[in-house]
């Protein structure tokens, strides 16, 4: 590889993980916003104008408290928990797409970290390893309720990680691959041959079930049960204080980031967006292309913030007869009625 | 037996029907709901820069009022501090001197006034007592303070400012 892609490639990973920290950041602020607007109140408005300044209030706040580690806590583990919890948490984004290739003097400049072929294993994989920085935060802090909070968090994870991966096979008998860079481009524009073009037209209930899943896997409300204030005081980080506790909470929302990346690329086209094909320059087309995914993110996020206020949490049987019950039948009904329409169909 | 009322209603449990189940519909009809309030005017009032109108029979802050030339009008007969039932106001009284008359209405006046804002519970039973409708409680809401001491006002923030000045 010439220096000059390796600079190419270091340049887009560093611009990613500041743009994933950035949402993350202000997802924390959009949450308390549009916490406040659901519920007829004006949310965070005194540090800078209309409150803009308040994640980085909240960030100094973190830094600056003083930080505890329980005596009886595992002090190595203790701290591995929440470092896990937040690389996890960020190097999901490299295989993303982000955009169509950009041309800049005859250099074709790819705006995706790396498109390995096994893209959609390589997020499975990240996302089973992100349970284990709240399982090892949990059991390290030495009390029942980090336990409590840490067990359901790994049961509920292994529950909804079966009929995520069931609900992507469907998704993988229409696209017949694991790249996502390739996923993405098979849904080029908004409309081919006579029907939709993206994922989930294709693929409705399979991506019903993606989501509900994501919002399990996200540690989201309505399954937010790893760290439910009611029954638990604070789940898994009850032990926990100063950036600490601050990591745990940023990598729930750097989770969100990349979970709602993901489901836009693989059902809401990723980067395509409807009559893109009417502009000619490619440039300007794949620039666009960023803002249309970003836009599908944040309205993926805003999604999973609207939920989270409106429905409450589900009790813990609940929550498992879902998963077992109704989600991985469905997902299995799911494979089956994909592969009878496509044998009917082509 | 017939109930007295005749309002009684049974109730019968229903096994719920296969939406109701799937859950979703009722998920859609919270997620509506929410909706239509993310779009509704807020309540909030933003307190230090706004502040709600008191109603017209608000009890606030004391004042202890002048009459029409600005002479203090209270004369130190102490009915407020005795209808207080909660024994929160105290006054020393003095007697006019010569060359006074423009500063107190009475011969006798109240040299030391104190109310303790800690102790008042804002009845109002001074003002009714009050025969020289001299105190009313008319102003704003007390402030917040750091000691107890703070908190006994004293002439100086009670008596209204003088007239044209």
Sequence with gaps: MELIDLLIKIALIVVIFAISLVVAMYSTYAERKIAAFFQDRVGPNRAGPWGILQPLADGGKMFLKEEIIPTNATGFLFIVGPSLAILTACIGSAVIPWGQNLEIGGRVIPLQVTDINVGILYIFGVVSLGVYGIMIGGWASNNKYSLLGAIRAASQNISYEISMGLSIIALLMVTGTLSLGEIAKQQHGFWADGYFSWNVFKQPLGFLLFIVCAFAETNRSPFDLPECETELVGGYHTEYSSMKLGFYLFAEYINMFISSAVMATLYFGGYNFPFMDLIHSPNLVAILGVVALFAKIFLFIFFFMWVRWTIPRFRYDQLMDLGWKTLIPLAIANIVLTGIFMTIFK | ?165
């Design chain 2, 1 to 165: 037996m017939e109930s007295l009322s005749n309002k009684k209603k049974q109730l019968e449990v229903k096994p719920l029907n296969f939406w109701e189940r799937a859950y979703l519909p009722a998920i859609a009809k919270g997620l509506s709901i929410t909706m239509s309030h993310f779009f509704k005017k807020p309540v909030t009032i933003k307190y230090p820069e706004e502040k709600r109108e008191f109603s017209e029979n608000f009890r606030g802050m004391h004042s202890l009022k002048r009459d029409e030339q600005g002479r203090e009008r209270c004369t130190a007969c102490g009915l407020c501090a005795l209808s207080c039932p909660a024994e929160a106001i105290t006054m020393q009284a003095a007697e006019r001197q010569k060359g006074e008359e423009n500063l107190y209405r009475e011969e006798k006046y109240a040299a030391v006034y104190e109310i303790n804002m800690l102790r008042c519970i804002f009845c109002g039973l001074c003002e009714e007592a009050c025969p020289k409708e001299a105190i009313y409680l008319d102003g704003d809401i007390v402030p917040s303070d750091y000691l107890r001491k703070d908190f006994i006002y004293g002439k100086d923030k009670l008596v209204e400012a003088p007239l044209n000045q």
